[in-house]
C-alpha cells in the first residue's frame, strides 16, 4: 500500500464474499488498498477470498454472517466498528436464486420466504445497519451500492421469487437514497447481467427462454463487474451513480420476451 493508503484506508463490507461477484469486488477493493470485511455464511470460502488478495492489499476481515439473521447482521457490523472504526461503503451482494425452473403454482412456501429473506430482508437489515453507522460517524457519510439485476427490470421464466426480490431492491435503493441526503449517506445499484460465476454455468449450456425454448447465452467477466462497483464506490459522495447496468453485450436482454 502507498502512504496514503496505508494513513486512511477506505473501508468496506461486502456480503456474499466466499464466492462470484462478492469476491470479485472484494479483491478489486483489497486490491486498491481498501480495507474490506467479507461477509458470508461460510468461514472457509471468506479465508479462500482473503487469501487471494495481493500481499501488498488492504486489510481483510472475515466474518461468518447470515445476513437473513437480525443477530448475525448486528454482530458484523459491530465487529466491522471495532475493528475498522469507520464504514465508507456497503456492497449489499448477498443472495440466491432459488430453487430454478418452478412454476409458480408449484413454489413452496418456504422456498419463497428464503428467497425473499436473504435477497431483500438481508440488503434491507444490512443497509439499516450501514445507515445507522455512517449517519452516525464523524465525518458523516458513506455510500450503499445495492446489488440489483437484469431481473430487476424483466424476468426470467419460472423466477417469480427471484424477480419479485430484485424489483424491490429497486425500491428499496431509491428509498434509501432520499433518506441518506441529510446524512451524506451516497446510495445506488448495480444491474448485472450474465457475469461469469458458479452461479451463471447454466448459461452456457442452455436456459429456459421467454418463448419455452432452450438457449445458451453469452458471459462477460465478472472482473468487469469489478472495476464497475469500484468506479461507483470511489466517487465523491458529492456524486453518485444512482443505477447501472452491466451486462453481457450480446445477451437476450433488450428485446427479452
Not at 431509491?174 to 449517506?185: A, C, T
Not at 472495476?227 to 451513480?241: G, I
Request: charged fraction near 20%.
Amino acid at each position: 500500500m502507498n502512504a496514503e493508503r496505508t494513513a486512511s484506508p477506505k473501508t468496506a463490507v461486502v456480503t456474499g464474499a466466499g464466492s462470484g461477484i462478492g469476491r470479485s469486488v472484494a479483491l478489486e477493493l483489497l486490491a486498491a488498498g481498501w480495507s474490506v470485511a467479507l461477509a458470508g455464511r461460510r468461514t472457509e470460502t471468506l479465508e479462500e477470498t482473503a487469501a487471494l488478495a495481493p500481499r501488498e492489499a488492504g486489510g481483510a476481515l472475515c466474518v461468518r454472517t447470515d445476513v437473513s439473521r437480525p443477530e448475525d447482521v448486528a454482530a458484523l457490523f459491530s465487529r466491522v466498528r471495532a475493528d475498522f472504526g469507520r464504514l465508507d461503503l456497503l456492497f449489499n451482494n448477498a443472495g440466491t436464486f432459488g430453487p430454478g425452473g418452478v412454476p409458480v403454482e408449484e413454489l413452496p412456501y418456504e422456498a419463497w420466504r428464503h428467497v425473499v429473506d436473504t435477497n431483500l430482508n438481508g440488503a434491507f437489515l444490512c443497509a439499516q445497519a450501514a445507515f445507522r453507522q455512517m449517519k452516525e460517524q464523524d465525518p458523516q457519510g458513506g455510500r450503499i451500492i445495492n446489488n440489483g439485476s437484469i431481473s430487476a427490470h424483466a424476468p426470467r421464466p419460472h423466477s417469480v421469487a427471484y424477480t419479485a426480490t430484485k424489483h424491490a431492491l429497486t425500491g428499496l435503493t431509491k428509498s434509501l437514497s432520499l433518506d441518506g441526503r441529510p446524512y451524506r449517506i451516497a446510495v445506488g445499484q448495480i444491474d448485472i447481467g450474465n457475469a461469469a460465476t458458479d452461479m451463471t454455468e447454466r448459461m452456457q449450456s442452455g436456459i429456459p427462454q421467454a418463448n419455452g425454448q432452450l438457449a445458451t447465452e453469452p458471459v462477460m467477466d465478472v472482473a468487469d463487474v469489478a472495476r464497475t462497483v469500484r468506479h461507483m464506490a470511489e466517487l465523491p459522495l458529492e456524486a453518485n451513480v444512482q443505477f447501472a447496468t452491466v451486462l453481457a453485450t450480446n445477451m437476450p436482454y433488450i428485446g427479452r420476451g
